[in-house]
């Protein structure tokens, strides 16, 4: 059995490095997944450092979000057509790291 603190692994994805981790705290159960990001931010900084800020046009890449953060932050808003939001969520410094170009969307 592999365990962090109180949590006990019950599930690793080989592929994409997820793990889920639960643990009973006497009332319930507890699930906690994790996902290895390191790579997709080091990623975005390698490409946001060769692209510099001579991006112009349409159909750049501007980000990539891993499937876990852009279910839990972007895709509502990208099912209602909140395209608002989605372009505040993606200026915010606080999410810096997933963008792979300078500049404002």
């Given at each position: 059995m592999i365990k962090d603190g109180d949590f006990r692994?019950?599930?690793w994805d080989p592929q994409s490095?997820?793990?889920?981790?639960?643990m009973f705290d006497g009332e319930k159960t507890v699930v906690r997944t994790d996902y290895p990001v390191e790579a997709t931010i080091?990623?975005?900084?390698?490409?946001r450092k060769e692209a510099g800020k001579a991006w112009k046009g349409d159909?750049?890449?501007?980000?990539s979000v891993p499937l876990n953060v852009y279910y839990d932050q972007l895709h509502a808003a990208e099912q209602q057509g909140d395209d608002k939001f989605v372009t505040r969520w993606l200026n915010d410094s606080g999410n810096r790291a997933w963008r792979t170009t300078e500049g404002s969307v």
């Open positions: 692994l019950i599930d490095g997820r793990t889920v981790w639960a080091a990623g975005n900084a390698a490409v159909w750049n890449r501007i980000a």
